[in-house]
């Protein structure tokens, strides 16, 4: 399991982590607060105060590559 902390500032970049995200098997999830929603669900994304910031639980061993995909949101 992998903790990060990202930053979604535009529309563009959740869509753009969403796909990202999609591409893996990993299952993943964002927290903000006391909410928890699924990193791969757009929709789940949006609900979210996107002015603040995410910490991604990534629930996979091997998540060098998807980190390495995703470095242009991490704080």
Same mark, same amino acid.
């Given at each position: 399991?992998?903790?990060?902390?990202?930053?979604?500032?535009?529309?563009?970049?959740?869509?753009?982590? !969403?796909?990202?995200?999609? +591409?893996?098997?990993?299952?993943?999830?964002?927290?903000? +607060?006391?909410?928890?929603?699924?990193?791969?669900?757009?929709? +789940?994304?949006?609900?979210?105060?996107?002015?603040?910031?995410?910490?991604?639980? !990534?629930?996979?061993?091997?998540?060098?590559?998807? !980190?390495?995909?995703?470095?242009?949101?991490? !704080?």
């Amino acid at each position: 399991m992998t903790e990060i902390n990202i930053k979604l500032t535009a529309i563009n970049d959740v869509k753009e982590f !969403v796909n990202i995200v999609n +591409g893996y098997d990993y299952d993943c999830d964002i927290t903000v +607060g006391k909410y928890v929603v699924d990193a791969k669900s757009i929709m +789940g994304l949006f609900s979210l105060d996107l002015s603040k910031e995410l910490k991604l639980t !990534v629930h996979g061993d091997d998540s060098e590559l998807f !980190v390495d995909k995703i470095k242009k949101f991490v !704080v």
